[in-house]
């Protein structure tokens, strides 16, 4: 059976400073903040009710991904393909479903613990235009991309990649990059959809199941405001504006309010299907502050 998972849907945050997060998600990144409950709030990038939840009970780390399917068939589909695989999950009660506002959903981990939901029927309120939470020339790049990508924590790389093939991504070792200890780290990225990659790991041991979210602006405008107030700000950038080699986006990485990175990006590039690696970035992404697991170097001399 080919993949069923059609994008990265949704996120789970958990947060110890709530109103930093408020700030730095909606005047910083522009995302649209949706209050309605009082131990979450809700973030929206589109027409979806929203994206990511943000659960203020103080963690700081990634909570859950939301993978998303088509409908009630596919995820059916999956969760015979997850039995057939000894992969162990839980079919996610009525409550469940309508906490995270989805018709149906699996809960499961993936093989580096990571919280994993598998869905189907996201709520899409149409009838609420999506208002960003700081003036944008244009928008999120989501749609059929799903809403970016993470870098996650994996302690067996290639049970990772056998998991997330197994779901129909595919992908590669896409880098050999020289580390400061004289190994070499290749990092694995892998696609379910046009994005160039929504999921990658083999960045070694992280403190944290996550080390970076990537959004994407449809609009370089907004890409540069986004970089301008976090200069302004001072905040703390781990990687400077750059290119990468493989999605050819315009990136660069900056500290969220929970001390992980956040990758704002501009034009990357569609996923292609036959697998290349490289040994370097094209331009920028240079190591800036330290401590954030991002101290590879990004680009030969
Ligand atoms: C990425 O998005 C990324 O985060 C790294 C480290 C390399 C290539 C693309
Ligand atoms: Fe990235």
Redesign the pocket.
């Known amino acids: 059976m080919t993949g069923k998972i059609i994008e990265l849907g949704y996120m789970g945050l958990s947060v110890s400073d709530g109103d930093a997060w408020r700030k730095f998600a909606g005047d910083i990144i522009g995302m649209q903040v949706i209050e309605e409950e009082e131990d979450r709030y809700y973030l929206r990038m589109d027409e979806w009710h929203h994206r990511i939840v943000v659960h203020t009970d103080g963690d700081d780390d990634l909570a859950y991904l939301g993978w998303r399917v088509a409908g009630q068939p596919e995820l059916e589909e999956v969760a015979v393909l997850l039995e057939q695989n000894g992969v162990e999950y839980r079919v996610g009660s009525e409550e469940e479903a309508q906490e995270r506002k989805v018709l149906g959903l699996l809960k499961l981990e993936d093989p580096g613990g990571n919280p994993t939901e598998i869905f189907y029927g996201p709520r899409v309120d149409s009838h609420n235009p999506f208002h960003p939470g700081r003036p944008m020339h244009g928008r999120f790049l989501t749609g059929n991309q799903g809403i970016g990508?993470c870098?996650l924590r994996q302690t067996d790389d290639d049970a990772a990649y056998k998991f997330y093939s197994m779901l129909g991504f595919r992908g590669s070792v896409?880098?050999h990059l020289p580390l400061p200890n004289g190994m070499t780290a290749k990092?694995i990225?892998m696609h379910c959809n046009d994005r160039?990659?929504s999921v990658?790991f083999g960045?070694g041991p992280m403190p944290k199941r996550i080390?970076?979210f990537?959004v994407e602006y449809t609009d370089l405008r907004d890409f540069g405001i986004t970089h301008d107030k976090i200069r302004q700000e001072a905040r703390d950038v781990a990687?400077t504006l750059g290119m990468?080699?493989?999605?050819r986006?315009l990136?660069f990485?900056c500290a969220n309010p929970s001390g992980w990175l956040w990758?704002p990006?501009w034009a990357a590039r569609k996923a292609i299907d036959a697998q290349e690696y490289y040994v370097s970035?094209i331009f920028g992404h240079d190591n800036e502050a330290e401590g954030y697991g991002?101290d590879?170097k990004?680009k030969c001399d």
């Open positions: 990508h870098i896409e880098y990092p990225f160039d990659h990658a960045m080390n970076h990537m990687l990468h080699s493989n999605d986006a990136t990485y990758e990006g970035d991002m590879l990004m």
